[in-house]
């Protein structure tokens, strides 16, 4: 039976939204236009056309994958973040809108012209990293994960943007494996960067495509998912150059008690809290005090 590509979407949509899909037409859009390896500009432009037949196999696969609540990203490898693309398999956690937030604080800190040493922790796909360096050509950026197959997975975005004269890898559990020395002879840092883990364990509401298939030790951090928020507050501020600054995600509901582990630290001051699109406190911005060290 021949149908139009407008039709074969209406019934993928039909069938995502049946699965709980949030997104079905736009998902079936995507899946359709990546089974047929176009953008999915060409596939709007010709919804009244017929659907080639040797194609709807394909993707029937892609959709049934969908409908079982795998992410989007992970059925097509790729997710734009900071309008690049990047390469996005299970080996790491799927780059996220608001975390572009997270880049744009670091951009408002020091402009095109400074030179800083930055340090990017739970690296992943190496996003942040990335799109650091081509926003900050003149800043040496060091990306770091504690997972071998993350660490592969951001050098090939690394690779795949040309930024790997600028961006050093390093396999490291936060600071534990960083070298004695890395680019400059000091080893500390103007601005860390990091994007933790910070989802209860054990709390209800997360996703399927979250809880089925993203990497547990990039969501969970403890019964209050602060573990990891504890630890590299903690330790951060060793690896800080007086006046440098943190600048990390947290979850929602999170902004209070990371404002009282700063305000007890006697190494950091909190300097804001900037929220995200959708109005919720995402962002902290802490510096180290420079009477320190």
């Known amino acids: 039976m021949t149908r139009t590509f407008l039709e074969t979407i209406v019934n993928a949509r039909r069938r995502l939204t ?6 079905p037409g736009l998902d079936a859009e995507l899946l359709l236009a990546h089974a047929l390896e176009k953008d999915r500009a060409f596939l709007l432009a010709r919804m ?8 709807l196999p394909a993707f029937e696969k892609l959709l049934s994958r969908r409908a079982m609540r795998e992410p989007l990203a992970y059925i097509t490898g ?23 937030g997270l880049v744009d604080m670091v951009f408002e800190l020091y ?20 799109t650091i360096s081509l926003g900050r050509p003149l800043w040496r950026v060091t990306a770091t994960d504690s997972s071998p197959s993350a660490v592969e997975a951001a050098r090939e975005n690394i690779l795949l943007h040309k930024v790997e004269d600028r961006v050093a890898l390093v396999e490291s559990d936060l600071f534990d494996s960083l070298p004695e020395t890395n680019h400059l002879p000091e080893t500390k840092y103007d601005i860390i960067v990091f994007n933790p883990p910070y989802i209860a364990e054990g709390g209800g ?3 399927p495509e979250v809880r089925l298939y993203e990497p ?13 928020i504890r630890r590299f507050t903690g330790e951060a501020p060793l690896r800080l150059e007086n006046g440098g600054y943190l600048v990390f995600e ?7 008690a990371v ?26 911005v802490a510096r180290k005090k420079r009477s320190d060290g």
């Open 18 to 23: 049946e699965a709980g899909v949030t997104t």
């Open 48 to 55: 009244n056309e017929i659907a080639p037949e040797e194609i």
């Open 78 to 100: 790729e997710k734009e973040f900071y309008s690049r693309p990047f390469k996005v398999d299970p080996r790491v956690l799927i780059p996220r809108p608001e975390t572009e």
């Open 111 to 130: 402009d095109e012209k400074s030179v800083k040493n930055t340090l990017d922790i739970g690296t992943g796909s190496g996003a942040i990293a990335v």
């Open 205 to 207: 509401g997360v996703d």
């Open 216 to 228: 547990t030790e990039a969501l969970y951090s403890g019964r209050d998912g602060m573990d990891m």
């Open 250 to 256: 947290i979850g929602e509901g999170q902004s209070g």
């Open 259 to 284: 404002e009282n582990i700063i305000n007890d630290s006697e190494k950091l001051s909190l300097k804001k809290i900037a929220r995200d699109l959708s109005g919720a406190k995402r962002v902290v």
